[in-house]
C-alpha cells in the first residue's frame, strides 16, 4: 500500500503539488493551445489554399502595426503598480485602454485603402474594414486580467485562454467549411474577441468600470509607458519588416507558405512572452519589493528548470524541420521546413533575454526593453539593408535569425552590471539547446533512410 499523506496517496500528493507549479501551468497551457492550434493549421491547410494565408499574413501585419504604435503598456503597468485598490486609478486605466482601442479599429477601417495599397494587394480593403470590428469587441474588456495576472491566478486566466482556443478551433474551422477562404478566420477572431470580453466581466470578481480622466494617473502612465512606446515602436520595424518585405519579393501563394512558418515558429516565442508576463515578471516585482537582496536566487531559480529543458526543444525545431513539415502538411508547403529553421534561432535565445529583461523591469530599469530593442535594431537594420539591397531573401531571413544574440548579451550585460546574473549558471542552458540540435538532426537523418523527406532545411 502506498505511504499517504493528508490521506492522499503520497505519489499523487507530489503529481499535484508539481501540476500547480507555475512552470507547470504555463507549460501545460503552452502544450495545450499549441495543440490546438497545430489541429487547426492541419484542417485549415486542407480546406484553404496558400494565398488565404498570405492574405490573413497581411491583415496580421496591419493589425500588428497599428497596436505597437498605440502601445501604453496598460499590462505591465498595472503588474508592476505598487497599489491597484483605487478605484478612481483603475476607472482612468480602463478608459484610456478603451480610447486607445477604439482609435485603432478607426484607423484601420479608415487607411484600409491606404495600407492595401502600401501592401501590394487592393484585395485587403474590405477585409481590413471588417477585421477592424475585432477591436470594436475588444474594447470594453475590463482589468480583469492584467490583475489576474498581478495576483498569480494562473490557473483561471490559462483556463480560459485554453477555452478561448478550443472556441476559436471550432468556429475557424466550422467558417472554413463555408467560406473555404481567409473570411472564415477573420469572422472567427471577432466572435472570439467579443466572448473575452464577456468573459473578462463573468469569469472575474469585475466591477462595472465609468469613463475617468485624471491628468495625474495619466502622467504616471505615460511617465512608465514612454519607453514601452519607444520599444514598441522598434519591436514594430523588428518583427514586422521581414514580413513587409518579403511581401513584395514573394508571390501571395509563396508568402502563405512563409506566413504558415512564421507562425509555427511563433511557438516558442508565445511561451516565452507568457512565461516572462505571467510568471516572471509578477515574481521578480514581488521579490524586489519583499527583498531586492533575494532577487538573483529568485532569478536563477526560476529558471533552472525550464531553460535547458526550452533551449532542448528549440534546438531540435531547428535541426528536425524538413520532417516537422512533412509529417504535417502537403509537398505544396515543403519550402515552409527551411522558413521554420531559420526563424526558429531567435527562439533558441529569447527565453535567455525575456527573463534578463523582465527582471531588469522588476529592478526599476524601465528602459530596458527600450535599449535592448536599441540593440535589436542596430544589428538588423544594417543587415537588412544591405540583404534587400542585393535582392536575397534568404539574406533577409539570416539576418533575422541572429537578431536576438546581441539583444540577450546586452541584458545579461545590464543584469550583471546589477549584480542579478550569474553567467557560470546561465551558459550551460546553451549546451542543451545545441544537444537539441544534435538529437533533431540524427532524427531527421534516420527517418530519412525510410521515407522521403524533401531536404530544404537548414543541414540539407
Given amino acids: 500500500m502506498l505511504p499517504e499523506k493528508g490521506g492522499i496517496p503520497f505519489e499523487w500528493a507530489q503529481i499535484r503539488a508539481l501540476a500547480k507549479r507555475d512552470p507547470s501551468i504555463i507549460i501545460g497551457t503552452m502544450i495545450a493551445l499549441n495543440l490546438l492550434r497545430l489541429i487547426s493549421t492541419l484542417i485549415l491547410t486542407r480546406l484553404m489554399a496558400p494565398a488565404d494565408f498570405g492574405i490573413l499574413g497581411l491583415v496580421t501585419v496591419v493589425h500588428y502595426t497599428i497596436n505597437m504604435l498605440f502601445d501604453v503598456g496598460t499590462d505591465t503597468f498595472i503588474v508592476r503598480h505598487h497599489d491597484i485598490e483605487d478605484r478612481r486609478f483603475l ?14 479599429a478607426a484607423l484601420i477601417a479608415v487607411f484600409a485603402s491606404l495600407f492595401s495599397r502600401f501592401l501590394g494587394n487592393e484585395s485587403l480593403t474590405p477585409v481590413l474594414v471588417v477585421s477592424a470590428l475585432g477591436l470594436v469587441a475588444a474594447a470594453p474588456q475590463s482589468l480583469s486580467f492584467s490583475i489576474a495576472i498581478r495576483n498569480k491566478q494562473l490557473v483561471l486566466v490559462s483556463s480560459i485562454d485554453v477555452f478561448l482556443a478550443v472556441l476559436s478551433l471550432i468556429l475557424t474551422v466550422g467558417f472554413a467549411f463555408i467560406f473555404r477562404n481567409y473570411w472564415a478566420a477573420v469572422i472567427s477572431s471577432i466572435v472570439g474577441s467579443a466572448i473575452r ?3 473578462s466581466y463573468f469569469m472575474f470578481p469585475s466591477p462595472v468600470y465609468r469613463f475617468a480622466y485624471d491628468r495625474k494617473i495619466v502622467a504616471d502612465m505615460w511617465r512608465f509607458s514612454r519607453f514601452v512606446t519607444g520599444s514598441s515602436l522598434i519591436t514594430l520595424f523588428l518583427t514586422q519588416i521581414d514580413k513587409v518585405v518579403l511581401g513584395h519579393f514573394l508571390s501571395i501563394e509563396q508568402f502563405g507558405t512563409y506566413i504558415l512558418a512564421v507562425n509555427l515558429a511563433f511557438v516558442p516565442q508565445t511561451f516565452c512572452g507568457m ?17 531586492p537582496s ?23 525545431l531547428i535541426s528536425f524541420a524538413p520532417v516537422l513539415i512533412a509529417m504535417m502538411y502537403q509537398d505544396r508547403y515543403a519550402q515552409a521546413a527551411y522558413y521554420l529553421a531559420l526563424l526558429s534561432i531567435p527562439s533558441f535565445f529569447a527565453l535567455a533575454s525575456v527573463a534578463a529583461t523582465e527582471a ?11 535599449y535592448a530593442n536599441l540593440v535589436r535594431l542596430g544589428w538588423l537594420f544594417p543587415a537588412t539593408g544591405l540583404a534587400v539591397y542585393s535582392g536575397r531573401t534568404d539574406a533577409i531571413l539570416v539576418a533575422i535569425a541572429f537578431s536576438e544574440l546581441p539583444a540577450t548579451i546586452y541584458t545579461w550585460w545590464k543584469l550583471r552590471k546589477a549584480g542579478v546574473l550569474s553567467l ?10 545545441v544537444l537539441g540540435i544534435g538529437v533533431g538532426w540524427a532524427a531527421y537523418k534516420t527517418i530519412g533512410f525510410f521515407f522521403h523527406i524533401t531536404p530544404v532545411g537548414l543541414f540539407g
Fill in 91 to 104: 476607472n482612468v486605466v480602463w478608459t484610456v485602454r478603451v480610447a486607445r482601442t477604439l482609435l485603432s
Fill in 197 to 199: 470580453s464577456l468573459l
Fill in 275 to 291: 512565461y516572462g508576463q505571467r510568471v516572471l515578471f509578477p515574481t521578480y516585482s514581488q521579490a524586489y519589493r519583499n527583498d
Fill in 294 to 316: 533575494s532577487m538573483r536566487r529568485v532569478f536563477h531559480q526560476k529558471l533552472s528548470r525550464v531553460g535547458p529543458l526550452y533551449c532542448f526543444m528549440v534546438g531540435g
Fill in 360 to 370: 531588469l523591469i522588476a529592478v526599476g530599469e524601465v528602459r530596458a526593453t527600450y
Fill in 424 to 433: 557560470r549558471r546561465e551558459l550551460p542552458t546553451f549546451v542543451f539547446g
